[in-house]
């Protein structure tokens, strides 16, 4: 007779492109099954991506992922079986983290952003949506600013993501790594990110409500940068590009909703 054996494989993450998180996937053998959990520690829902090999067992997973609420221990993913007892058997799977709901489609267009710093002041968009700098078919605003500019909440939202130790700056695209970020999750499901904030800049924590106007940060130049600036965009996860960035509409001057257009400054007359 062969002889009847499983192994059990975690491998390397499924995509180059998914992210660093605070999830714990495990397993435990429960009536007969194997049981996959998850304990999700960050602060808003996390895509938990699933790829298995199977030799005579079944999986009870019905889509490549699954979208585990924030601060969730014990969430089942899937509940894998033996089809045949007497012939070998074994599993193998692959899991990777996204935050937020990768499938996400439906989403505020028309949310009005507020301007990203405090009122009365005035600053001009150094690059627009699909930029010709580093822009390319991405919707993101660099707004011009010195270092040290408050910033603030452009929407209502948790913060999710904070890194503000990095130094290093310079004008390649190998400084990317180095960008001190803020990230905020929306009630839509949509994220923000907040870039370039200054060497321990940040004015917030993961976990953290804030509301729009809030202070949030203060401006820098740290990263993949050309010179003293907010990069702002909103976006997404994606399962191909990681991140799919959305077009967003913030009230300006006279209480007026538009696009904000490249080489064009724009003053908050408004508090929040």
């Known amino acids: 007779m ?5 192994f059990f494989l975690l491998l390397a993450p499924l995509m180059l492109l998914a992210q660093q998180r605070d999830v714990k996937v495990y397993r435990e053998f429960i009536e007969g099954k194997t049981v996959v959990f998850a304990d999700n520690n960050e602060f808003c829902p996390v895509s938990v991506l699933i790829r298995t090999e199977l030799l005579n067992m079944k999986s009870s997973l019905k889509a490549p992922y699954v979208l585990v609420p924030a601060k969730t221990k014990r969430f089942v993913l ?7 007892l007497k012939k070998e058997f074994n599993f193998k799977y692959q899991s990777s983290f996204f935050l937020g709901d990768i499938n996400l489609r439906k989403y505020d267009i028309d949310f009005p952003y507020s301007l990203p710093y405090k009122e009365g002041e005035e600053y001009s968009i150094g690059q627009g949506y699909n930029g010709k700098i580093s ?7 660099d707004f011009i600013m010195p270092i040290g500019t408050e910033i603030t909440a452009a929407r209502d939202g948790i913060v999710v993501d904070v890194q503000d130790s990095n130094t290093e700056t310079c004008m390649s695209k190998d400084c990317a790594e180095f960008n001190n970020y803020i990230v905020i999750y929306h009630e839509d499901g949509t994220m923000a990110e907040y870039t370039h904030i200054d060497t321990k800049g940040s ?3 993961k976990g953290d409500v804030v509301k729009r106007g809030d202070k949030i940060g203060l401006s820098g130049n740290i990263g993949w940068s050309s010179g003293p600036h907010l990069h702002f965009f909103s976006f997404v996860s994606d399962i191909e590009k990681g991140r799919r960035s959305i077009r967003t509409k913030f009230r300006t001057e006279g209480n007026k909703l538009e696009f904000l257009q490249e080489k064009k400054s724009y003053k908050k007359d408004y508090e929040f």
């Open 203 to 205: 004015l917030v924590k």
């Open 135 to 141: 822009h390319q078919g991405e919707f993101a605003l």
């Open 78 to 84: 899937m509940e894998i079986s033996v089809i045949n």
């Open 2 to 6: 062969k002889k009847i054996g499983m």
